[in-house]
């Protein structure tokens, strides 16, 4: 039987190399964006859902069940970029980003979990990032977000393990795609005390993104977690060497791992 898959955030970039790659394979695909009528020559259906709102959930889910029935492997793909000094981020700007990237995978998961386990059966995958293994500088509020969805699945996935429902993360490094299009950036203000070291790091940022992997190296990945009868629960996907500071964070000292960074964006 052909596996049916939600892909949250799939119109572009990542999730839309994850719903292409997937079709290929055969599988039956639903991506998700809210203005689905933006995209008329997707490979895929697009069905309209705003993660931060549950009404919108709920609906998405329900159209898939309507259509096919079942839901085997849901993956929580929407996200949202920010950047800028964290005193100077608007409140609203912190709770918008943290609804999209934290809240709303939560909602997403807690939408589809009772299908699942009707099913006894199910796999969620939560794309986060190798940010989120570190404090980054100027990028505060983005790594804090998905660093919490990273801690969210192991508490996920002890809780619904009687379930047969399986959950892991697979966390991306820089890929090229139009991420920074849609990030929010705190302006760089001509009077604020971050204003060069700030606008020397944003550059730094977007730079990075453009020189990216394919991300059709996520794709590849994220088939391979569906056919692993049990997932591990974290997976990363980048360059060697954003991989390897995940390593190198767990072994050297706190304030030489700091200072790693600070060379590394030349703070």
């Known amino acids: 039987m052909s596996k049916v898959v939600l892909i949250t955030g799939a119109s572009s970039g990542i999730g839309k190399s994850i719903g292409e790659y997937l079709t290929q394979k055969g599988m039956t695909v639903s ?19 705003d993660v931060a709102n549950n009404d919108s959930i709920l609906s998405c889910i329900q159209t898939v069940l309507d259509a096919e029935g079942r ?8 996200g949202a970029g920010i950047t800028g000094p964290i005193e100077e981020i608007p409140e609203a700007e912190i709770k918008r980003n943290f609804e999209t990237n934290f809240f709303g995978p939560i909602n997403v998961i807690k939408a589809v979990l009772p299908q699942m386990r009707k099913q006894n059966s199910g796999l969620i995958i939560n794309i986060t990032s190798i ?3 570190m404090g980054l500088p100027y990028r505060g509020i983005y790594t804090a977000s998905k ?13 619904i393990k009687d379930f047969n429902i399986q959950m ?7 890929f090229a795609t139009n991420i920074a299009a849609g990030r929010f950036h705190a302006p760089i203000k001509e009077n604020s005390p971050y204003k060069e070291k700030y606008g020397s790091v944003l550059k730094a ?7 990216g992997n394919n991300p059709i190296d996520m794709a590849k990945t994220v088939y ?5 009868k049990k997932p591990k629960i974290h997976y990363k996907v980048g360059a060697f060497m954003q991989k390897f500071s995940i390593v190198l964070k767990r072994i050297l000292p706190d ?12 703070l």
């Open 31 to 49: 991506g998700t964006s809210r203005n689905p009528q933006n995209y008329p020559d997707s490979k895929f259906p697009i069905i309209a859902l």
């Open 71 to 78: 839901i085997d492997v849901v993956i929580n793909n929407a």
């Open 131 to 133: 940010a989120g293994y």
């Open 147 to 159: 660093g919490a969805l990273e801690l969210i699945t192991e508490t996920f996935r002890m809780e």
């Open 168 to 174: 892991t993360n697979i966390a991306p490094g820089d």
């Open 205 to 211: 940022i977007d730079e990075d993104v453009n020189k």
């Open 224 to 228: 391979k977690v569906i056919k692993t």
């Open 255 to 266: 304030k030489v791992y700091e200072k790693l960074l600070l060379n590394h964006y030349k």
